[in-house]
């Protein structure tokens, strides 16, 4: 890294620093303004919070995100994984034609290029529909879900791809060679090696359920209004607000918080692990 | 005898079909469900959408037959009172957003990225985390922030005020400005990670070289990290440009009707206002936009032949 002459080295940090400012002035703004009205207002206080936690349309929104994310995480971790798996393991190494080569890439790789609008409005048309002539899936959260599992099902396949890529697939010869069947080889091989890739995965899916508001909007019912729907509703209607600011503050924590217990937890595993394989 | 090698080979090659038919139906019974399900609930109705783009509206925005190009004609801007350049400028102005925020991502993202490789190592881990992890939070919280931090009573805004950029008691929002620094504060991780991992493996003994050869400054710069960074760029470009270009939640938040985007123009079809084939007609034209982009960079990336071993 000497490469780098002093000079630009301390360029570099120059206009990084500020960097760093600008993508945390905005969440630290919307935490002052959920203590003050305004900046240069004399006393801080938290009732915005006491407002925010007696709120019951709050407190449903909470409830309804919660489950909608962690629901939703589980199955789109379930497919996720399998799609991973199976296009690593069971697809030829070199080309496989189209339709058991290129055809699966292209599949995954649509909810994760789609413009988040299109998808959103793709499903609303598509829920609506079904709902027309079956009476099915009406807008609510199972329409909701189904759209979250949808783009996070590819993620965590990629996720998973990515992890068994880097593996010896002698691995699996072996097991093969030691009277392991699939089923086995899938329990005692691959699930211990995906491990990391799976809870990450599963976090990640997480992290977009919560993350995503566009798609949300769009196959949300009257009543399944979320936290970030709501957050948009007030916003439209109201302005800015106290109470907004408490909600998002507790939101950007939240999300922080859990960023960086996963990240000092995976380390320090990482580190353990590390020692004995040393010595 | 010979008789006895085609009995081996006829044997070996059906033990090999039937080995690539059990491998086949494995491959199917894995990842077949999950792409049944992307298959059913977004490539069906996103198809179903495009079709619809070539009916009628009825009088309740819902499309009916006959099948028709109207909805065409209103997209290039033909309407009821004639024709008008809105649609245009809505496009054009769609380009130039996401243009303008990709080219602010990758000017703010390539001194970031140097300065955290040139950090010690067990620092680099957090200090990219710390880059992205903003970008983790809620897209309506962030967005929010912003309108928090250009409305007339932030000190952004009272600055602007008193250097007389913009009158007293008006706030640097909405308008294309505050759109413009909305997707590139919401694009900018999208821009550091590809870099990131680019600038990583980066080969410094080339760096070294171009030294040696008495090449300095830009020119050492453009000739020997610029080109091994490339590829990242390039994914970067695609990360960045094609969800800016189709946002929704930045110009509706922070735009207004003069800074409008394709995105707004294509939801207000779907909501307010319902013309469903007017609003699929649009839909057409963001898509055939996004292709057009993907498939451009990823030829060029293919040209320079970037690695990617761990891509499905």
Redesign the interface.
Known sequence: MSAIPRRIQRGLLGISLPVYLLLYTPLLIIAVFSFTPSLGHPGMNVAAYGEMLNDPQVMAALRRSLTLALSSAVLGTLLGTLMGFGLSRYRPAKGGGFWVGTLPSLIIYLPIIMPSLVFGISEMIFFNFVHQYTGLLSAGLLTMGIAHVTFQAPYVALVVYARLAGLDPNLFEASHDLYANPFKSFVYLTIPVVRPALIGGFLLAITLSIDDFTISFFTAGPGSVTLPIYIYGAIARKGSSPEINAIGTLMIATVVGVALLYYFVSRHRERSNRIPAVA | MTDAVAAVAGFKKTQVRVERFA??L??????????F???L??????G??LG?AFLTNSDFGSPVLPLSLGSFSQVAGYGILGWSGANFTTLLRSLLQAGVATIMTIL?AY??V?????RPANLR??LL???I??S???????T??????L?P???LARLAQDLGIIPPHLGLMPGNFAVLVGLT?NY?PYMVVPLYAAAEKLD?TL??AG?DLYASGAKLFFNTVFPQTLPGLLSGIILVG??A?????VPQ?LGGDRAMML?SL??GQ?TFSPD?PY?AAL?LI??AF?CAG?IVFRRLTQKLGGGE????
Do not use: K
Not at chain 2, 41 to 46: D, G
Not at chain 2, 136 to 142: A, I, K, P, S
Not at chain 2, 144 to 149: C, D, P, S, T
């Open positions: 491998r086949t494995r491959l199917w019974m894995t990842a077949g469900p999950g792409l399900w992307i298959i609930f977004l490539l069906i109705p996103s179903t959408l619809i703010l001194p970031l140097f300065f955290i490789i040139t881990p957090i985390l710390f880059a992890l903003p983790w939070t809620n897209q309506v919280v962030r929010y922030a912003w309108m928090e931090l409305s009573h932030a000190p504060y900018l410094w760096v070294e030294r094609i969800p270009f189709g946002d929704y939640v938040l995105g294509i939801a779907f469903w609003g839909t963001m898509l996004t993907l071993e761990a891509m499905l």
